[in-house]
């Protein structure tokens, strides 16, 4: 194996600049030639990627977003697309391929493997966390701190005018983000949606909260929970609340990447390298446990997730 590329797909996420260094860096120390491709898969089929050297990668580790741009592509998804972006490779002579981005680009890179044997390697990228062999995915530790700061920012505002801010975060239908966030920027409710909550429930809690003598509210709400307007609108009504709702949006995905998610993009990039260079393809990159793992890249992308139970009723204690 001499030749090697690596490209980010899906939605961006903080730390895949930092791990497309580690790529490049680490692939280089051990001979390789690394090549970014840019614009995710599209990059593949329009042939569209550069050879990057080492100073290439400089002072990118500071930096959200990602330097080789991200798409999703359709065409990538039909035989026809991938047979253009295989053919593309096995041109310039690419032995091997690094993806990081989410469920869909896992699924596109075994698709290369099992099509033509240039073996693959999935890195988790994806502010969601909603990829269950992983205990954290890249990105999503810096989503959440972002968050936090938000929430500390609209309490102030809150508290100030004895107001009540439900404030609704990104994920899909993972509440991870909304979660984690929500502990530590001590919501007084979070709602997800791997458990359901009726309006009822929410308002007892409030009012729980009220009779301590609470004059403000944090609602943290994941954007995967359904109806929520409606029960929104019904809070609102029983309590006389004077309320405001915050859509945090994709300020969520930029910025730039915490100590934490540095890190684990230097483990994430160093380790699929490594995985290349012992030429084991559709593998996928995780952390379990504090410790860098890999497994078969199906088996990760199809392994049922287990939403923290125990972390969402510690926090309504909490939330007190």
């Known amino acids: 194996?001499?030749?090697?590329?690596?490209?980010?797909?899906?939605?961006?996420?903080?730390?895949?600049?930092?791990?497309?260094?580690?790529?490049?860096?680490?692939?280089?120390?051990?001979?390789?030639?690394?090549?970014?491709?840019?614009?995710?898969?599209?990059?593949?089929?329009?042939?569209?990627?550069?050879?990057?050297?080492?100073?290439?990668?400089?002072?990118?580790?500071?930096?959200?977003?990602?330097?080789?741009?991200?798409?999703?592509?359709?065409?990538?998804?039909?035989?026809?697309?991938?047979?253009?972006?295989?053919?593309?490779?096995?041109?310039?002579?690419?032995?091997?391929?690094?993806?990081?981005?989410?469920?869909?680009?896992?699924?596109?890179?075994?698709?290369?493997?099992?099509?033509?044997?240039?073996?693959?390697?999935?890195?988790?990228?994806?502010?969601?966390?909603?990829?269950?062999?992983?205990?954290?995915?890249?990105?999503?530790?810096?989503?959440?701190?972002?968050?936090?700061?938000?929430?500390?920012?609209?309490?102030?505002?809150m508290t100030s005018h004895s107001r009540m801010s439900v404030i609704e975060v990104m994920g899909r239908n993972c509440g991870d983000l909304a979660l984690y966030s929500g502990i530590a920027g001590g919501a007084e409710v979070i709602i997800v949606p791997e458990v359901p909550v009726t309006a009822e429930e929410v308002i007892s809690r409030i009012e729980a909260s009220r009779s301590k003598g609470k004059v403000s509210c944090i609602i943290v709400i994941a954007e995967g929970v359904k109806d929520f307007e409606s029960k929104l609108e019904v809070i609102r009504e029983r309590l006389h609340a004077d309320m405001r709702v915050s859509v945090l949006g994709h300020i969520q995905r930029g910025g730039s990447p915490t100590m934490r998610d540095r890190l684990l993009a230097s483990q994430f990039g160093t380790r699929a390298v490594e995985l290349l260079m012992e030429n084991k393809g559709s593998r996928a990159v995780g952390i379990r446990n504090d410790q860098i793992i890999d497994m078969d890249i199906i088996e990760a992308v199809e392994m049922p997730r287990k939403f923290n139970k125990e972390l969402y009723e510690m926090a309504k204690i909490l939330a007190m």
């Open 1 to 157: 194996m001499k030749k090697i590329a690596v490209l980010t797909s899906g939605g961006d996420a903080p730390g895949m600049n930092a791990c497309i260094r580690a790529v490049v860096r680490a692939g280089i120390f051990n001979g390789f030639e690394v090549y970014g491709v840019k614009r995710g898969y599209n990059g593949l089929i329009t042939d569209d990627m550069e050879r990057l050297e080492m100073r290439s990668v400089s002072s990118i580790i500071q930096r959200g977003g990602t330097m080789l741009y991200s798409a999703r592509c359709l065409e990538f998804k039909t035989p026809e697309g991938q047979a253009v972006a295989i053919e593309n490779m096995k041109r310039r002579g690419i032995d091997g391929l690094i993806v990081i981005g989410g469920d869909g680009s896992f699924r596109g890179a075994c698709a290369i493997t099992n099509q033509c044997g240039i073996p693959t390697v999935g890195i988790p990228g994806t502010i969601d966390n909603d990829l269950a062999y992983t205990d954290f995915t890249l990105g999503f530790d810096t989503a959440a701190n972002t968050v936090v700061s938000l929430i500390n920012n609209i309490r102030d505002t």
